[in-house]
């Protein structure tokens, strides 16, 4: 995995210009659709830690700080969102509770937390299933993770986004993961499916020990 996904390579797609809009739509907007169903799920569990894997500008945790939890690591494997999501951090008063770290979750190893919330993060990534291995493991009590449903429709949006992606001659690829052998991985460190929903595209799934 390592040729494809370095920090400076995730830094060019997910760029510095993605994170101001991703900002700004937040500050507009706040949480919503799959972002806000795993807010309301994580709420109502109290985690008191919270690790959030590629959370962009870190608008899930800075909700979840605000909502009670004490602590929150943010581990991007872009790091053109750091600015944007300490400024987000500091704005709502919770900068001293979030620690934004730039790196690949495989390879640096994660502190384990009472939540980790990978959301729209294994379509970003090659080994989906050992990133989501690395993030069940880091699972103290709940694991909350959303990602493109495995249909035909979902599969031939990511091989038409590839073909553009390959035009502009960017090396960066999307990916449409079998769930159910995500499920699996999940399952196999000892978490239970305890949440399912989907809409079109998106699949949310939450599991707890
Ligand atoms: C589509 S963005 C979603 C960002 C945010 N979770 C959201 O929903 O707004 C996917 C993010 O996952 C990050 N990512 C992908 N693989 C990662 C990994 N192995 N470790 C950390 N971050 C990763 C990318 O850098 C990118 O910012």
Known sequence: M??????RFYGKVFSEKTARRDARRYRERG???TALVTFEWLRARRPETVLE???GVGALDVELL???AARATNVE?????AAAAGELAREAGVGDRLVFRAGDVLADGVEPADAVVLHRVLCCYPGGEELLGAASRAARRHLVFTVPRDTWWTRAGSAAANVLLWALRLRFRTYVHSVSALVGVAEASGLRRAHDEHGTVWR???FER
């Open 2 to 7: 390592s040729g494809c996904c370095t920090p």
């Open 31 to 33: 949480l919503r659709g």
């Open 53 to 55: 894997i590629g959370g």
């Open 66 to 68: 605000l909502a009670g």
């Open 77 to 81: 494997l872009s790091p053109s969102y």
């Open 204 to 206: 949310t799934i939450a």
